[in-house]
């Protein structure tokens, strides 16, 4: 098993910027891909970012250049550091892990990952 516990949520005008965290346990960290999701009332839980093992990134098209993600396998921990958010990107985002046998694996599917954290709200206000 493994836990997953996302913070960083919050409250931030449009311009802003967030940063969340992932603290993850249970099991070797170093062996799992992560991925941060979100997902906004009324629509599909969507992919934001994922990083491999050894830190090889992938975005969501649309969300090049604004976010990004990182790891630290010391601390067991993700980020996602959210730049010149908008009211579109008001959502609960979601911290997921996969146990992956390949280091560059970087999975874009939700239902490829395995565990998944409980949330943190994030509200962009125009």
């Known amino acids: 098993q493994v836990q997953l516990v996302e913070s960083g949520g919050g409250l931030v005008q449009a311009g802003g910027s967030l940063r969340l965290s992932c603290a993850a346990s249970g099991r070797i960290f170093n062996n799992y891909a992560m991925g941060w999701f979100r997902q906004a009332p009324g629509k599909e839980r969507e992919l934001v970012a994922a990083v491999s093992q050894i830190g090889r990134s992938d975005y969501a098209d649309s969300l090049k250049g604004r976010f990004t993600i990182a790891r630290d396998n010391a601390k067991n921990t993700i980020t996602l550091q959210m730049n010149t958010l908008v009211p579109e990107d008001t959502a609960v985002y979601y911290c997921a892990a996969v146990q ?15 565990y998944w954290g409980q949330g943190t709200q994030v509200t962009v206000s125009s």
Do not use: F, I, M, V
Request: glycine share 6%; no cysteine.
């Open 100 to 114: 992956s046998a390949y280091w560059y694996s970087t999975p874009r599917a939700g239902n490829a990952y395995d």
